[in-house]
C-alpha cells in the first residue's frame, strides 16, 4: 500500500509561483510514472504534467514553459514548480503515481487559487 502526501498549494497573485510536493511512503513497490491533473469547479479532471522513472516528461500545452516537474527516486518525491502563474491555474492539483505490481494511486489535492 503507498500513501500519498502533497502539499504547497495556496492562494497567489497572477504573475506568482508556487512549488507543490507530492511524497509518497510505504513498501512492497517501485515507483514508476509519476503527474499531476487538476480539476476546476465544473470542469473534468485534466492532466498537467508526467515524468517516467527515467525523467522523460510530458506537458499539457497550457502549461509549457510555465510549470516544471521533477521527481526524486531516492526519496520517493515528485515537485511541480509553477511559474507565471494565471486566473485559469485555479484548481485543485492531484499528485498521482503508477507503481510496480502495477496500480494507481491518487493524492487528496492540493488546492491552488490564482487571483488576477
Known amino acids: 500500500q503507498v500513501q500519498l502526501v502533497e502539499s504547497g498549494g495556496a492562494l497567489v497573485q497572477a504573475g506568482g509561483s508556487l512549488r507543490l510536493s507530492c511524497a509518497a511512503s510505504g513498501s512492497g513497490f517501485v515507483l514508476n510514472a509519476m503527474g499531476w491533473y487538476r480539476q476546476a469547479p465544473g470542469k473534468q479532471r485534466e492532466l498537467v504534467a508526467t515524468i517516467t522513472s527515467g525523467g522523460g516528461t510530458n506537458y499539457a500545452d497550457s502549461v509549457k514553459g510555465r510549470f516544471t516537474i521533477s521527481r526524486d527516486n531516492a526519496k520517493n518525491t515528485m515537485s511541480l514548480q509553477m511559474n507565471s502563474l494565471k486566473p485559469e491555474d485555479t484548481a485543485v492539483y492531484y499528485c498521482?503515481?503508477?507503481?510496480?505490481?502495477?496500480?494507481?494511486?491518487w493524492g487528496q489535492g492540493t488546492q491552488v487559487t490564482v487571483s488576477s
Open positions: 498521482t503515481l503508477v507503481t510496480t505490481p502495477w496500480r494507481v494511486y
